[in-house]
């Protein structure tokens, strides 16, 4: 928490991570699950493409409120001092 407040306090740009890309894998995770799907054949890898979308959409727009729910909470710690 200190090093965010520290980069707002300096204008300093935060740092955000790279959304999860399964065609230009980036992380070891991703790289690992691309090389499953080159594994299978091309229609049942598009199949799991798509279910994999659905559950990475889901999950950051979870992680997205809860980013929300943490800076609200964290600016009314702020107020409150």
Request: glycine share 4%.
């Amino acid at each position: 928490m200190t090093n965010i407040l520290a980069q707002i306090y300096h204008d300093d740009p935060l740092s955000y991570q790279t959304l999860c890309s399964i065609d230009s894998p980036q992380t070891p995770e991703e790289r690992h699950v691309a090389a499953q799907l080159r594994a299978v054949d091309g229609e049942t890898a598009e199949k799991l493409k798509a279910g994999i979308r659905v559950l990475a959409d889901r999950q950051s727009e979870e992680a997205f409120y809860d980013g929300v729910r943490f800076g609200a909470q964290l600016m009314a710690e702020l107020l409150a001092q």
